[in-house]
Nanobody, 120 residues
Framework: VQLQASGGGLVQAGGSLRLTCASS????????IGWFRQAPGKQRELVAA???????NYGGFVMGRFTISRDKAQNMVHLQMDGLKPEDTAVYYC???????????????WGQGTQVTVSS
């Protein structure tokens, strides 16, 4: 199953972007999907995750600025990012994972990454 991440770009601080993770896999709508990001010199960190029944989890730095959702008709998961800050600049990856209790656990399948750059 291939994951395709798209929607990144250059935006000014305070702006918005919507990232999309898509897959042609027949089980995508049954999969839990997470968005991660990695800035230069930093570890990859969880941004948001969503289960097949739309349970969600967010990284602590999100603070209500981002919303993860899924479109089962289109086999897509979206990450709406509002109020972007320069520190949100990173490569964003989608991931197929699972849940352990209330926590998302990343799996081994990753999309190719999409660059988000927020200028001040």
């Amino acid at each position: 199953v291939q994951l395709q991440a798209s929607g990144g770009g250059l935006v000014q601080a305070g702006g918005s972007l919507r990232l999309t993770c898509a897959s042609s896999g027949s089980t995508f709508n049954d999969d839990s999907i997470g968005w991660f990001r990695q800035a230069p010199g930093k570890q990859r960190e969880l941004v948001a995750a969503i289960s097949s029944n739309t349970r969600t989890n967010y990284g602590g730095f999100v603070m209500g600025r981002f919303t993860i959702s899924r479109d089962k008709a289109q086999n897509m998961v979206h990450l709406q990012m509002d109020g972007l800050k320069p520190e949100d600049t990173a490569v964003y990856y989608c991931n197929q994972g699972d849940w352990f209790g209330t926590s998302y656990v990343k799996g081994t399948k990753w999309g190719q990454g999409t660059q988000v750059t927020v200028s001040s």
